[in-house]
């Protein structure tokens, strides 16, 4: 493999110069480790008040040189005046700054200690500064864009922060605040060295924040934010510092190792990129997703509860053990992910946590896994500077449902032991994938040499297609085949239950699918069943068959688990053009709209409906529909006892009303701010009504004008102005709207952009809005280099997730067919994206 260079051998056999080339290479990342070691950053920001103004800052950094065969790079990407004053062992030197790295020529280095001191002004884009607070998010490679620094994550290093920021700002860095010195308008905060992280981990916020600081089981944490609404303030603040003792005390127990950095604290960001960034000392959250009122549904608690035990378990998994190499990036994502589904299974039960993990991961991963443009779990890297690229669905959701079924292969012991061991072994320092197979294998009796081929190396997912016949009224033949949905023949070991279900009781049929073709022999002999349930558990992954004969009993079944992997197994089937057509499941799926009670189910149900209705439905079908469907929505919203039921009922209703009577009810709604008996509506729920209603009406000025009026709070108020021009009725405006997003700075808040593009072209809009897609593709690869990790895919699924027509359609393939050597990495990202507007094609045209 292309990640396999002895990297101590490496420094002395290196004898052709290491190329100076944008980002950081892999063969410059690898020659950097073996020579250099024991660095030491100390950083000086000098943070204005004025967001405009420059941030005078100044460093040194020490480390250990074992030889020096050729000229040093730090990493910069910035002009070369960003960079004042330079000294290097105590002599200063000329600047020399060649594509993004500061070049020091071994005259000035000694093997031994060396030490190089900066003057220079700070990159911005990292810092995400805002008119009152800033926050410093590197992930993957952006520390380089701030100061000059070796910004690969198999160089940890510690840092000793000083931050000067205007006076009333609170800070949070990696490590602990020990003093502050108050000068006329600034304040001047030192940190402790931190604990050894590498660049991507390093962070600090300052700004307007409340500040709070509480003792949760006998631990200090410290929480930021900005949230101003009493109300969720009151109901999530004790919940959010509750929530991270319980993932930290789980976390510890389970691996056996206490919590491994010296503090805890955490931010609430507005409009965060993210969900939630795993910075030690200093995690920073999308604040929306912390600050919850009572009005939140069963879901949303959950999903709190989720995102901050995945953020606490990157403490042990990217944090204390990193990746040697971004290749492995998704290893702590998928212990990230996999660890808070454990720590959701303690607090919540198995029910909850097997319902949650199946809708949670399936879904996602088979809308990447069954695309062209599908991608392996573990994919190689040749650059630090396109780690963006990697970063989506499948590592964040296939990923956990693999190491889901290693856990089960092993045994829970087995694996357990094998991962305290990873850990233990690596600890502060770096491993790969290949390190950790290497020690499970000891742990285990199945070669997961060959298990690792098809479930990491290898994209895609099975199909499976069962053989059935009976011989007086019993099964005499059961055979179920798994195929590749696409590539080269090969299998995927799993395990998961066929379910037969008869009028009074049921069978369960546990599968070791370990070959291709497997009969069935429990069922034979068994009684005929009024229908077959596939995959039962939610175990399996694939695309499994729809028993027909199940539709008119579906929404019976009693365990919400199985519905659920029904409702998915029949949504990938129709996508497949496999048992259903999308007004047959839309029709199957508006009954079960009024049978379901389950929320999470309802929810996913409510999901379905939505999406086939817009991506899958031709206008004029859909608008002859849409009142029948509006009706069944609100009368099962009134009919529902669970009030996050008729909440989630209720916003079904908003997403699909077309009718003149849905709207003059919804903007009574909202004009009155009296919600239908039972449903509890909150600010940001009115903001989002009122862009339905904006988007859906003539009167747009009037309704969004007066709910910017309503909102007090300022972070949400500039987010509706942002959005204001995408949503306007003249399309001159909404054309300079779009134009506008070419340029970065209109850009940065990301969360707003794509909020913003898919108002611009929601269905509704599409005939005016068709005509951005050209540029809007031209655009993704800047979007790759000057955005965070997940813009570019945010950005294509916000333009392109409800477009169905030929010309949209052809506008990609056009794209495509004229850049025959475009990155493939983003390649694949348009594929993902553009996934359903394909099958429409199929599924509308044909």
């Not at 694996?415 to 020690?439: C, H, M, P, V």
Request: glycine fraction near 4%.
């Amino acid at each position: 493999m292309l990640f396999s260079l002895n990297t101590v051998a490496y420094a002395q056999q290196s004898i052709k110069p290491i190329a100076v080339e944008p980002g950081v290479s892999y063969e410059l990342a690898v020659y950097r480790h073996s020579t250099i070691s024991n660095i030491q950053y100390t950083l000086d920001f000098d943070v204005p008040a004025e967001k405009s103004a420059a941030i005078n800052a100044s460093e040194s950094i020490s480390f250990n040189l074992n030889a020096i065969p050729h000229p040093l790079q730090l990493d910069f990407k910035q002009d070369a005046e960003n960079v004042k004053a330079i000294e290097v062992n105590g002599k200063k030197i000329p600047v020399n700054l060649k594509t993004e790295h500061l070049l020091i020529d071994q005259q000035y280095l000694h093997q031994g200690i060396n030490k190089v001191d900066l003057q220079f002004i700070a990159g911005n884009s990292s810092l995400n500064r805002n008119s009152d607070y800033l926050y410093a998010l590197f992930v993957p490679d952006r520390a380089r864009t701030v100061f000059p620094c070796f910004d690969q994550p198999d160089l940890k290093a510690n840092f000793l922060l000083t931050l000067t920021v205007p006076t009333g700002w609170k800070v949070l860095a990696n490590g602990i605040k020990k003093d502050s010195v108050v000068n006329e308008q600034q304040i001047t905060y030192k940190f402790t060295n931190s604990d050894k992280l590498p660049t991507y981990l390093f962070s600090f916020t300052a700004g307007k924040y409340t500040d709070v600081n509480k003792n949760i089981g006998n631990r200090e944490m410290e929480f930021l934010y900005r949230e101003t609404d009493p109300a969720k303030i009151k109901l999530s603040v004790d919940s959010v510092f509750e929530a991270h003792k319980d993932a930290i005390n789980f976390l510890s127990d389970w691996t056996g190792i206490p919590f491994p950095f010296q503090k805890v604290g955490f931010v609430g960001v507005p409009d965060f990129q993210f969900g939630g960034m795993e910075h030690p000392g200093e995690v920073q959250y999308k604040a929306s997703s912390l600050f919850l009122d009572d009005g939140a549904t069963k879901d949303m608690l959950i999903a709190r509860s989720n995102l901050i035990s995945h953020e606490t378990s990157h403490m042990w998994f990217g944090d204390m053990v990193t990746m040697e190499w971004f290749n492995d990036v998704w290893m702590k994502e998928v212990f990230a992910n996999f660890m808070a589904d454990k720590v959701t299974e303690k607090l919540m039960g198995s029910e909850t946590f097997n319902l949650k993990f199946l809708q949670d991961h399936y879904p996602a991963a088979y809308g990447v896994d069954r695309t062209p443009g599908a991608n392996p779990i573990r994919q190689q890297l040749s650059n630090l500077q396109d780690a963006g690229s990697l970063y989506g669905n499948i590592i964040y959701h296939k990923a956990p449902i693999m190491m889901r079924q290693l856990e089960l292969l092993m045994g829970k012991d087995n694996f357990q032991k094998g991962i305290r061991e990873y850990l233990k072994k690596y600890a502060y320092s770096n491993a790969t994938w290949n390190d950790l197979i290497a020690i499970l294998s000891k742990y285990s009796k199945t070669d997961l040499y060959n298990w690792n081929k098809v479930w990491v190396n290898q994209p895609g997912r099975p199909v499976f297609n069962y053989d059935i016949s009976y011989s007086r009224n019993k099964i005499s033949h059961f055979t179920l085949v798994q195929t590749p949905e696409s590539g080269p023949k090969r299998i995927w070991p799993q395990v998961f239950t066929v379910t037969l279900f008869y009028p009074n009781y049921r069978k369960d049929i546990y599968v070791n699918m370990n070959r291709d073709r497997i009969e069935l022999q429990q069922a034979i002999g068994a009684d005929k069943p009024l229908f077959i349930l596939f995959n039962s558990d939610g175990l399996g992954y694939g695309l499994f068959p729809t028993d027909k004969n199940s539709e008119s009993r579906l929404f019976d079944i009693e365990s919400p688990l199985q519905r659920a992997s029904a409702y998915i197994a029949a949504y990938e089937n129709m996508l497949a053009g496999r048992y259903f057509k999308p007004d047959e499941l839309l029709a199957l799926y508006t009954k079960g709209i009024a049978a379901e009670n389950n929320e999470m189910n309802l929810r996913l149900l409510t999901g379905y409906t939505t999406n086939i209705y817009w991506e899958f439905i031709l206008p004029a079908t859909r608008q002859s529909m849409a009142q029948s469907l509006e009706e069944t929505l609100w009368h099962a919203m009134q009919k529902a006892t669970l009030p996050n039921n008729k909440k989630i009922l209720f916003k079904a209703y908003q997403d699909v009303y077309l009718s003149a009577g849905a709207g003059s009810n919804l903007y009574k709604i909202w004009q009155q701010q009296k919600p239908p008996t039972g449903v509890k509506l909150n600010e940001d729920d009115y903001t989002s009504l009122a862009l339905s209603l904006a988007l859906k009406s003539d009167t747009v000025t009037h309704i969004l004008k007066q709910q910017e009026e309503r909102i007090t709070n300022t972070d949400r108020k500039n987010r509706l102005e942002f959005l204001m021009p995408a949503l306007s009725l003249d399309a001159a405006v909404r054309d300079d709207f779009f134009n506008s997003l070419q340029q970065q700075k209109n850009r940065q808040k990301e969360a707003w952009v794509t909020a913003a593009l898919s108002y611009l072209n929601h269905p509704l809009r599409q005939s005016t809005s068709v005509k951005y897609l050209p540029k809007s593709l031209a655009l993704v690869e800047e979007i790759q280099r000057t955005g965070d990790v997940f813009f570019p895919q945010s950005w294509l699924a916000a333009i392109f997730s409800n477009y169905q027509s030929k010309e949209a359609w052809q506008t990609v393939k056009d794209f495509l067919q004229q850049h025959p050597n475009y990155n493939p990495k983003l390649k694949d990202k348009i594929l993902q994206a553009t996934d359903h507007l394909y099958r429409a094609q199929k599924q509308l045209y044909n």
